[in-house]
């Protein structure tokens, strides 16, 4: 039985925080795109800054303009990280966890692409490429699996951990 709750807690976690990760994604790209004018910074200058972008393109501008590809490949990377996390990853919470960051990014961007046509990004950090929150969540819950993988996930014989 404990088994039982411990999965259905991880599956709930799950989505709760792709959920929470789209609405805080998608609120501040909708209040960037009201306060701040396309191609503006706030500050105007300083190692952090909120600039108000937009992106044809996937991470860090690869495949520009290629709207169709992105989009299609944004599908395939969701199927795939629900195949993940239903088959295998519901088994550890932290994994779960870091899937539901990963989806809710997924989400987020392909919400801008379908209705957008591109994604707004606005978090201007240093000399890295202008990002968002999707983007965040997703190296976050890049960050979290690596982690768990190396330090944490045994293998038993026989069997996962």
């Keep these: 039985m404990r088994m039982v709750i411990d999965r259905l807690r991880s599956r709930i976690s799950f989505y709760i925080l792709a959920a929470l990760v789209v609405l805080i ?5 909708l209040l960037v795109r009201i306060y701040i004018p396309l191609g503006s910074s706030v500050p105007e200058a300083g190692f ?6 937009t992106n044809t393109g996937g991470v860090w501008g690869l495949f ?15 199927a795939a990280v629900l195949f ?12 779960s966890i870091a899937l539901g960051f990963i989806v809710g990014g997924i989400i987020g961007n392909q919400i801008d692409r379908l209705w957008l046509r591109t994604v707004t ?8 490429p202008v990002f968002n929150i999707a983007d965040s969540a997703g190296v976050i819950g890049v ?6 993988l190396v330090f944490f ?9």
Excluded at 25 to 29: E, G, N, P, T, W
Excluded at 64 to 78: K, T
Excluded at 84 to 95: H, I, L, P, S
């Design 25 to 29: 994604d998608q609120i501040s790209k």
């Design 121 to 128: 990004d606005f978090i201007d950090w240093g000399d890295w």
């Design 48 to 53: 952090f800054r909120f600039t108000y972008v």
């Design 64 to 78: 520009q303009g290629q709207l169709n590809v992105l989009i299609a490949l944004s599908f395939a990377s969701m």
């Design 84 to 95: 993940c996390f239903y088959f295998f990853a519901y088994r550890w919470r932290t994994v």
């Design 143 to 148: 960050a979290i699996i690596v982690v768990f």
């Design 153 to 161: 996930f045994r293998e038993k014989e026989g069997g996962t951990s």
